[in-house]
């Protein structure tokens, strides 16, 4: 990809297909979980109006993943704490952690989700094993494959990541003359 960058080769349509992907994949959830709770009508009348939000400006940005993931998982864990379903904790715990390995916004969303899951007396703490084990795996992906979190890594150090971008983008620049 570094080389498609440099050389010019790289077409941003391809991103932007991939953030309409990520926006018609949040209204299909919000459109089928509307659809079971409402009428027709009703249900395409709100994702019509989520769709105001689920669509990010800002191609290339992670907004568009962290809306998707994000909006998806709190649906899909409403779903779970009002009807217990199995299939909808492992959704919603699932997009809940790809929201958490997007963004630091998503380790936040993370942290509020489960907090208020387990504040639910009914079925609340019964969810809240299930998203503790798929969040404590998402850290220890991010740890292993040594991905930095912002919010927890030290204070970096911009002079040795420039002289890194610098070193490593050389033979790149070298490699197209």
Known sequence: ???AIVSGDWSDRWLGLMMTAFAAA????VRGLVAEE??????????????????????GLAEGPLIAFGASSVLFLRRALQSDD????????????LAANVKNEGIALAVSVAISASLNRRRGWSG?????????????ARVSLRCGINAASPRP???????????TARPLVQAER
């Open 26 to 29: 949040v209204l299909l959830v």
């Open 86 to 97: 199995a299939v909808a904790w492992r959704h919603g715990a699932v997009m809940l952690a």
């Open 128 to 140: 809240f094993g299930r998203m503790l084990a798929i969040g404590i795996s998402v850290v220890v």
């Open 38 to 59: 409402t009428s027709p009508l009703f249900a395409a009348l709100i994702t019509a109006a989520a769709a105001t939000l689920a669509v990010s400006r800002y191609v």
């Open 157 to 167: 150090r911009p002079w040795a990541r420039s002289g890194r971008t610098v070193t």
């Open 1 to 3: 990809m570094e080389t």
